[in-house]
């Protein structure tokens, strides 16, 4: 499993960030609390996007987070409003390489994910064919060729998953099918749930002005005071303020509010 935390507010280094408190991201790549028989350490690498006048910027490694100077050296010296940062530990069979590092993007969008899909090749195409259903059904027109899948950044779970996800969310922005973005995250974390109920899917995501998140199996932790909003795996401090979030949630955050809904049981 892998270790991933969201942050909108005031502007701050993108590499203060990534080591802020003393259980930092940074510091949960080799020593995290709470891996639920996800792994040990996140040493498969490591990404981190962030926002500029509106548009979304990255930076990955495949490399562990802590052997590469540029989170101390040069991350720091980037601020943003908002940041979303992820350490991986590759599921078995899965590749490690740079374009198999969270944070995967499209439009102003960054998504990470933490967990499994099982079977994901076989589980994938149908959530997709069951969306293109749905959504023709709906009255949109086609929206899931099963050959989008094979645009995936890298032959992994997540990248696959962000391939059907960005699409539902781009359809939704446009007032087609799906609604809202958090429609969308629901109406894909459900979907998945269905052919694969034993699916490990806490999923994060960002725009630069909001977090949405769906919280299934892996931890996750908020701290949302008046101006800013975090949500992380675990928390990276001993802040009184951060409240863990429970099993099978659909959370939206943003600076002085936090909304947790739930997803419909399987
Ligand atoms: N399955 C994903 C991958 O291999 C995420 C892994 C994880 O959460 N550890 O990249």
Redesign the pocket.
């Known amino acids: 499993?892998?270790r991933h935390l969201g942050y909108v507010g005031p502007s701050v280094g993108v590499g203060e960030i990534l080591t802020r408190g003393t259980h930092s991201l940074h510091h949960q790549s080799w020593a995290p609390r709470d891996m639920r028989g996800?792994?040990t350490i996140?040493a498969?690498g490591f990404g981190v996007a962030w926002w500029q006048e509106g548009a979304v910027r990255r930076y990955r490694n495949p490399a562990p987070i802590w052997t590469d100077p540029a989170v101390t050296d040069v991350l720091p010296q980037l601020t943003s409003g908002a940041v979303l940062g992820s350490v991986?530990?590759?599921?078995v069979g899965?590749p490690v390489e740079r374009s198999?590092?969270?944070p995967f993007t499209a439009g102003r969008w960054a998504f990470s994910?933490?967990?499994?899909?099982p079977r994901w090749r076989e589980v994938l195409t149908a959530v997709s064919s069951d969306l293109d259903v749905e959504a023709t059904r709906a009255g949109a027109t086609r929206l899931f060729e099963t050959a989008r899948l094979l645009e995936a950044e890298a032959l992994?779970?997540?990248a696959v998953l962000w391939v059907l996800l960005s699409d539902l969310i781009a359809s939704a922005e446009s007032g087609g099918y799906g609604e809202s973005p958090a429609t969308a995250l629901r109406l894909v974390a459900e979907a998945v749930l269905r052919h694969a109920p034993e699916a490990?899917l806490?999923l994060l995501l960002g725009d630069g002005e909001q977090l949405l998140a769906v919280s299934v199996h892996?931890g996750l932790s908020a701290l949302v005071t008046e101006d800013a909003a975090v949500l992380a795996s675990e928390p990276y401090d001993d802040d009184p303020r951060w409240q863990p979030v429970a099993d099978r949630k659909l959370v939206v955050a943003r600076p002085g509010e936090l909304s947790v809904d739930e997803l419909t049981p399987t």
């Open positions: 499993m892998c996800g792994g996140n498969d991986r530990s590759a599921t899965m198999a590092c969270a994910h933490n967990g499994v899909v992994t779970d997540s490990r806490t892996h």
